[in-house]
């Protein structure tokens, strides 16, 4: 089936698309999914329905057939011919009320009603969306109207464009959730965790451009916000390693490597509704069987495997999954958008190489500051320069070496050193830059490119199951087109460029990527999975609530970057540091 882009160039859907004015004709659903089916396994993407059609019943039938993959479709919907209450509330009526009216002398059935009436207009799309369910449409179109109905057509027009934002909105971040928690409730826990690793406690945004005197600071920024993030110093970058020695030398803490969960003991409930762990069974490196009793239990895993924890743990306790455990996995992902030709490598390494601030290296992240008015569908994120190596070269030498070391492999390191003959004028580069003029330089030899990395809007679909063996199966996808934020970020970054004249110190040249697969050929993902058992209000939203227990069960916790409702552009660590340190606080109050 040929693929077509509409109008405006945003939804690209099948050439041919199927009607449902008449699916009602058909009188049992088996026949309407069967129908919608048929007409998706042979290529059909566009779906074309109205409230009107069998009087809300095409647009119920449409959204049970795009249950899991509503990314695989365009919907378009309408408004201004309204079905008959009595109809929607049973669809038999319908059918008798049409057979009766073929009797003889029978009296014809009533036209639709007709209203085109603005202030109905939300109304009938947020109805349409409950009967579709769904969290947005591709298309609404007035239905059949005549120009006499027109009563006040800037008010429809006004209508429809602040409808349209709020649905772009939904487009893009469908199940978007708020954090249970405020961001100010963290802020003693990042600077505790900010001494501990060893970093300066200096600002990351434009700030510090003016206190580290960095050149960057006269630079007109226009629409991009600079941020500076922080690396934590080399001795302390591995934080296994790190922390080694002071895990093995607390006598109130006991570690168990490479230990085996076996299964759960339940306590009874403490209410009606929640339950108590009593004890874990672990099995040693040896096999052999290690009962842990404690008064509370935290699952502090990835976030695949949190869910798919849980998920065994509700299966052995015998409790449904009442709560979306595994769903809403989503990542951040890495698009390579541009490359960049430099001119003046000295003059582009002091603008945008990391620099170091004391131990502390910081990278430079552009943002794009978005007003209360942008469109919604752009996500957060940040784009970075990224120097890209032959596995030869002395930048790829010193970063394997730091690397063994870092991993405590000592030979590993040392099998390297003979290569360091062959690339010492690039060596030497990086000393000089990372000692004298305090910056980690693009290296002459690299190929330089501008990546975007965009926080993955959060879908029901995208999710994790526990599979037997301890295996798991992850059902995952792109869900909302990223390009809307990627062509606003370069919107963004060319003003940029061109206000400070850029182009004298090095061309950028941007990537095609207007076809799924240059998109997806220029994809990274960077593995920070998030959302599977995320942080909720209720039960109904999500997995935890803001002191990340785990509904219906009174005394275990959660610990993950799968509490995450939402990413940002942030990497996830540094805010799980800091939710752990307020969890082990929580614990201590409550348990005292």
Known sequence: MKIVTLQGGEIRTSRLGLGTASLHHLFSTRERQRLLSHASHHGIGYFDTAPLYGHGLAERELGRFIRGRRSDVAIVTKFGLWPQPV?????????????????????????????????????????????????????????EQELSELVDPHALAHALQSLRAEEMRRENQPELLSWALDAAELADHYRTIERWVGVDQHPIDAQFLNMARHPAANLQWGRLAPRFSKWIPFRRRNLGTAWQTFFTNAKHITVLLNARLESWAHGAATDASEQNIDSVQLRDESGAPIQVRAGRFVIAAGALESACILQRLLQQAGRPADYPVGHYLHDHLSFRVGRVTLKQRKRFNRLFAPVFQGTTMRSLRLEVKYDAGHPARLVTGYGHFVAETDEQSGFALVRDTLRALQSRNIAQALRRLPRAVFALPEIAEIVVGRYVRRHLPFGASASVWLHVDLEQPPARENRVVAGGENAMEIDWDLRADPRPSLNAYRDAIMEFWRANRLDEVATLDFMDLDTPERLVANMYDIYHPAGTTRMATSPEQGVVDRDLKVFGFDNLHILSSGVFPSMGSANPTFTVMALALRLARHCGARDQ
């Not at 008798?96 to 202030?119: I, S």
């Not at 939300?122 to 298309?139: C, M, Q």
Request: charged fraction near 25%; hydrophobic fraction near 40%.
């Open 87 to 143: 109809y929607r509330a049973s669809i038999q009526l319908y059918y008798l009320r049409t057979a009766l009216a073929r009797l003889p002398g029978a009296p014809r059935m009533r036209a639709a009603h007709r209203n085109f009436d603005a202030q109905r207009l939300r109304g009938s799309v947020e109805n349409s969306l409950k009967r579709l369910d769904t969290d947005y449409i591709d298309a609404l179109v007035l239905h």
